[in-house]
């Protein structure tokens, strides 16, 4: 990331003040809207019903329905909060990780930092995917493996961020009254460091969960993840292929679009966020 | 530049070189570890899995085996029985294709190579370029539609993406074939160029489209910030139009860091081209790596895994060293 002060243009002149809460209003609107959905559509959209199969959107299934006559609608919604209560747990795990590890590494002895920052590299050059691929086989896909993959793909980026910051503050005058009292290290990191990365962390967190969320229903798709009964986004693309080569076009479109807005709406605030915290930073 | 300044920066560049190798040359031990860690702990023996294509093996033959892959020794002891094998070229049996993992990779690299650098060199210029436009309007309506459209870009999943190319233009539109790198049954010496490019055109298409998001918004800002620096200014002053600007001023300082992230950019390439591959049934290194971790065939999911990461370490290799080559600042930090 550029260290670069980017002067005030006329986008930045023009940004709304309301951008931020609005952001965030929308985003939690969404996923309220995705939570309650999910809990309360009952289970009758996903027996399989041969009455009507590969209906195409009407009101009474606005989604359509699927090659088993499921309906897409309710299979959508619990897919979405299944990735999002996903996205969670690990952009979660991710962001204790770098947060633990990127202080660890600015306060640690010169060869802790350095090993980190192998590890870093080492993380940074094997292609995810792959990766991921290579943990859901070992652990045997499910929820521990996407979970356990994704979350060691991406804590990399935050934790650089952090260990930068925290670098900064190393030799700040309140971080050397502490160590002349005789404060431990791990004392300093928790009481001093650590509510100082705090914001850092969160927008980190925000701005992890698309890229987990994505990464989630890529490996779904592949078929790494969850069992074939399961409502997932991955699952619903990956087993309606044959049928989206066969013209029923619902059932490509809205399991990806309502992913693509999610996915979206995260991302824009995770933006909005970050720039909130370092002005420096202009927004798209 | 004195002579003396001239000795000093070449043996700059010299450790530089040099430790960049050597990191790259642990980076590529690391993973080679931290992947036979993983298999070893997975459902499948690695080595075991040597030997698994060969049915008609006898009791006799699986204890040598054994003892020359050192199976009965311990972990430590097995990575370097594996690793040494790795070394000399001999990546062991696909279980699933029954034939050697060099001679299944080495099939499939070219397909992926060509799928992955029309993509890379689609994506560079493609984003390059919306991202110079996007930054000489910004604010602007142009910059808004590139901006939009780069935000939606990095927010789609690439398998997505490519389900609708194929929908609408495989299915809907009937334009292009629906997969594979050539009209099926037909063998592969026979296959005309047109009908590769055909196949071939959807594929690179998702995966060039999927590629544009990250240059486009780094470029407009690296040219955000040439526009605004004070030779800019002047050259303004001077009566230069932004045709000139940019090629004078534009360009030259932010073509590198362009050419730098696409380098860096391996990885990302490597997991589109898993998905890509896998929507359109494209035979490349990815959609036989699905297909290898799917089945258990542990040697040739090792041997890509391998080769795709020792791919990425090089293309950031090239990126720093891009990098140290045109800013000497680089270089001469430790």
């Known amino acids: ?284 | 530049m004195s002579p003396r300044g001239a000795r000093a920066d070449t043996a700059g560049v010299a450790r530089f070189l040099a430790v960049r190798l050597l990191r790259f040359a642990t980076l590529l031990a690391g993973v080679s570890v931290l992947a036979f860690a993983l298999v070893l702990n997975s459902p499948v023996d690695p080595i075991q899995a040597y030997i698994g294509a060969d049915v008609n093996i006898s009791d006799e033959q699986l204890a040598r085996l054994r003892e020359y892959w050192g199976l009965d020794g311990s972990p430590v002891e097995r990575y370097f029985a594996w690793a040494s094998a790795m070394a000399e070229g001999n990546l062991g049996v696909s279980t699933l294709y029954k034939a050697p993992v060099a001679a299944v990779i080495g099939e499939r690299f070219w397909a992926s190579f060509a799928l992955m650098g029309a993509a890379w060199m689609f994506s560079g210029v493609i984003g390059y370029a919306l991202g110079v436009v996007a930054a000489f309007h910004r604010g602007r309506l142009a910059d808004r539609i590139i901006t939009g459209y780069s935000y939606a870009l990095s927010s789609t999943p690439a398998f997505w993406l490519g389900i609708v190319f194929l929908a609408v233009f495989a299915v809907w539109l009937g334009w292009f074939p629906v997969g594979l790198a050539g009209p099926h049954g037909v063998p592969a010496e026979e296959v005309t160029l047109t009908q590769r490019l055909r196949h071939f055109a959807l594929p690179v298409a998702t995966l060039s489209l999927i590629g544009v998001a990250n240059i486009a918004m780094h470029t407009r800002e690296r040219m955000t910030d040439v526009l605004h620096s004070d030779y800019v200014l002047f050259a303004r002053a001077r009566g230069e139009l932004n045709r000139s600007v940019f090629w004078n001023h534009g360009l030259r300082n932010s073509i590198v860091p362009a050419i730098t992230l696409q380098f860096a950019y391996f990885a990302e390439l490597f997991g589109g081209s898993v998905l890509a591959e896998t929507v359109f049934s494209y035979p490349g290194l990815g959609s036989t790596l699905t297909a290898a971790a799917l089945g258990g065939d542990v040697p040739l999911l090792l041997g890509i895994v391998l080769i795709s990461s020792a791919f990425v370490f090089a293309g950031n290799t090239v990126a720093d060293l891009i990098n140290a080559a045109i800013d000497p600042r680089v270089r001469t930090s430790p």
Do not use: C, Y
């Not at chain 1, 971080?175 to 460091?193: D, M, N, Q």
């Open chain 1, 1 to 284: 990331m550029s260290a670069v002060t980017i002067p005030v243009t006329a986008t930045d002149a023009r940004r709304r003040p309301g951008a931020l809460a609005l952001s965030l209003a929308g985003t939690g609107a969404l996923v309220a809207a995705i939570a309650a959905g999910s809990v309360l559509l009952d289970g009758a959209g996903l027996t399989s019903n041969i009455a009507s199969r590969l209906l195409p959107p009407s009101l009474e299934h606005p989604f359509g329905t699927d090659h088993l006559g499921r309906d897409m609608f309710t299979r959508v919604v619990k897919g979405l909060a299944l990735s999002m209560g996903i996205g969670l747990l690990t952009a979660l795990l991710s962001t204790v990780v770098s947060g633990i590890l990127g202080i660890a590494a600015a306060l640690a002895a010169r060869w802790f930092d350095n090993a980190i920052s192998w590890l870093i590299d080492l993380f940074i050059g094997i292609p995810h995917l792959i990766f991921m691929i290579l943990i859901a086989f070992t652990v045997g896909g499910g929820i521990p493996g996407i979970v356990l993959g994704i979350a060691t793909t991406h804590w990399m980026a935050l934790a650089l961020l952090v260990r930068a910051d925290t670098k900064q503050l190393r030799d700040a005058g309140f971080v050397k009254v502490s160590r002349g009292l005789g404060k431990s290290p791990l004392f300093i990191a928790r009481k001093h460091l650590l509510p100082l990365a705090f914001p850092q962390l969160m927008v980190g967190f925000v701005l992890m969960f698309p890229h987990v969320v994505l990464h989630e229903a890529a490996l779904t798709f592949l078929g790494f993840g969850f069992s074939p009964q399961t409502p997932a986004i991955g699952i619903l693309l990956s087993e309606g292929m044959p049928h989206i080569l066969s013209g029923n076009w619902w059932l490509a479109a809205f399991p990806g679009l309502t992913l693509l807005l999610t996915v979206l709406s995260f991302a824009r605030l995770g933006d909005r966020l970050r720039s909130r915290l370092d002005p420096r930073i202009p927004i798209g």
